[in-house]
């Protein structure tokens, strides 16, 4: 795909059952979504389905056609509910079989004799897909077009990340600006807000309230690639904030 660096987008999928189930609790979302945000790549999506491989299917085809990359994690590991590799081949119409530059990274950790069917699992790999090393178990991810596929354990999924990262072109970095509303209700501020949005199209307004230990507090975020348009939403919100702290 032709990838237009003003316009740099992502998706995250995450595969599991035990993630819907609440079983396990998603750590890579935020991660993900982190280091996306640094290097300038807008994070636009996040799905997570269960282990189906029409569900998987769909959402890969979906997601890599929708973005200028696609994310997944989970479901790469040696048991039978394992299925993302293959499903992620189905979405290419390509081959999958035992990859021996993949079997070659589990015999760094394994005697040979110990590679048995499950594990060797691991090591079915899609058809043309490029290996994303895996320092901490050996088992490889892929990655095949605009898809990468990685493990769901977080520690092994940021390690992949960090082969990855550097091997991706970037967009302009997102600038965000923060203004502390403290106390003021946004129920005061709401419609001049809005008004404010209107006249930065580049340029992402929110409120987002939180809980302090003085009670609630707001804050006010300006976020855009473009520094002077940034600078002038924000000297705009700090003058409402101002006008209406009297």
């Given at each position: 795909?032709?990838?237009?660096?003003?316009?740099?987008?992502?998706?995250?999928?995450?595969?599991?059952?035990e993630i819907l189930s609440g079983r396990t609790k998603d750590k890579n979302i935020g991660t993900i979504a982190d280091y996306l945000t640094a290097v300038g790549i807008d994070l636009r999506e996040v799905r997570i389905v269960p282990d189906e491989p029409d569900a998987i299917v769909g959402a890969v085809n979906a997601l890599r056609a929708a973005h200028t990359y696609l994310f997944t994690t989970g479901g790469i590991g040696p048991t039978h509910d394992d299925i993302t590799a293959?499903?992620?081949?189905?979405?290419f119409g390509v081959g999958i079989d035992v990859d021996p530059r993949a079997k070659a990274m589990l015999l760094e950790r394994h005697k040979p004799e110990d590679l048995n069917e499950a594990r060797l699992r691991m090591a079915r790999i899609p058809d043309g897909a490029d290996l994303i090393a895996n320092p901490i178990s050996k088992a490889p991810g892929f990655r095949i077009g605009n898809v990468f596929v990685m493990a769901g354990v977080p520690s092994i999924m940021q390690a992949m990340l960090d082969q990855v990262g550097p091997t991706l072109p970037t967009g302009a970095r997102m600038l965000s600006e923060t203004v502390e509303a403290g106390n003021l209700p946004e129920g005061n501020y709401a419609a001049d807000l809005a008004e404010i949005a209107k006249s930065y199209?580049?340029?992402s307004i929110g409120s987002y309230p939180s809980m302090t230990k003085d009670g609630f507090?707001?804050?006010?975020?300006?976020?855009?690639?473009?520094?002077?348009s940034v600078a002038r939403a924000r000297a705009e919100i700090e003058a409402l904030v101002a006008r209406l702290r009297g």
């Amino acid at each position: 795909m032709t990838i237009d660096p003003t316009a740099m987008t992502a998706a995250i999928l995450v595969i599991g059952d035990e993630i819907l189930s609440g079983r396990t609790k998603d750590k890579n979302i935020g991660t993900i979504a982190d280091y996306l945000t640094a290097v300038g790549i807008d994070l636009r999506e996040v799905r997570i389905v269960p282990d189906e491989p029409d569900a998987i299917v769909g959402a890969v085809n979906a997601l890599r056609a929708a973005h200028t990359y696609l994310f997944t994690t989970g479901g790469i590991g040696p048991t039978h509910d394992d299925i993302t590799a293959d499903c992620v081949a189905e979405a290419f119409g390509v081959g999958i079989d035992v990859d021996p530059r993949a079997k070659a990274m589990l015999l760094e950790r394994h005697k040979p004799e110990d590679l048995n069917e499950a594990r060797l699992r691991m090591a079915r790999i899609p058809d043309g897909a490029d290996l994303i090393a895996n320092p901490i178990s050996k088992a490889p991810g892929f990655r095949i077009g605009n898809v990468f596929v990685m493990a769901g354990v977080p520690s092994i999924m940021q390690a992949m990340l960090d082969q990855v990262g550097p091997t991706l072109p970037t967009g302009a970095r997102m600038l965000s600006e923060t203004v502390e509303a403290g106390n003021l209700p946004e129920g005061n501020y709401a419609a001049d807000l809005a008004e404010i949005a209107k006249s930065y199209a580049d340029v992402s307004i929110g409120s987002y309230p939180s809980m302090t230990k003085d009670g609630f507090a707001n804050r006010i975020v300006a976020r855009g690639k473009d520094a002077a348009s940034v600078a002038r939403a924000r000297a705009e919100i700090e003058a409402l904030v101002a006008r209406l702290r009297g």
